[in-house]
């Protein structure tokens, strides 16, 4: 018995496909600053912050790492408009994507900071730098340097995760194919042509993350 696909017919409604790419790659770019920073925080926290902090930091990484981004989500987008908080879709999405990026990176983060030998602070205090200087101009980007590719891993799994946030109707990628599925029952083709652009987007987010890393956050340009 012989399968007759129709990619034509997908493709077809490539303004869905656009559009869920955009919003795809938009969710991906903010939750990646924010989760980001947020990690560095509770890195920061966590290694140099004083105890109370530290414990306020530690149990956060460890409640996001041990539950599933799914129930996280839908804690934000439910959970929140019970306490009086009414978020749309997207923005649920993006604190969501952020809470859980900032807990996989604080540890990542945290791993490349106690990688950074002792004697480089103690230097820098030597030179009358500030605690805050010290951390900024003298741990961190070292510490980036060595766990960016990890990092930028971690990024990529938060992107594919926003396949999720398709569930709480946020127009990304997944809800696009989903959505012309249910017009023209095309389920086999659409979601083959969803992957490929998955894997293309991986690619692409990987190597201009692999190229901005370098020049603007450590190390200086490399040619």
Known sequence: ????????????????????????????????????????????ARTQGPTPLRWVAGAYVEAIRNTPFIVQLFFV?????????????????????????????AEIVRAGIDATPRGQTEAALSLALTRAQTFVYVVLPPALKKVWPALVSQIIIVMLGSAVCGQISTQELSYA???????????FEAFIIATLIYLALSVAVRATLNWLGPRFLFGGRRG
């Open 1 to 44: 018995m012989l399968i007759e696909l129709d990619f034509a017919a997908v493709l077809a409604e490539w303004p869905l496909l656009a559009k869920g790419v955009v919003w795809t790659l938009g969710l991906t770019a903010v939750s990646a600053v924010l989760g980001v920073a947020l990690g560095v925080a509770c890195a920061w």
């Open 77 to 105: 987008f439910f959970g929140l408009p019970a306490a009086g908080i009414r978020l749309s879709p997207e923005v649920a999405s993006i604190i969501a994507m952020v809470i859980n990026l900032g807990a996989y990176s």
């Open 177 to 187: 194919a989903n959505l012309i599925q249910s017009r023209n029952f095309r389920a």
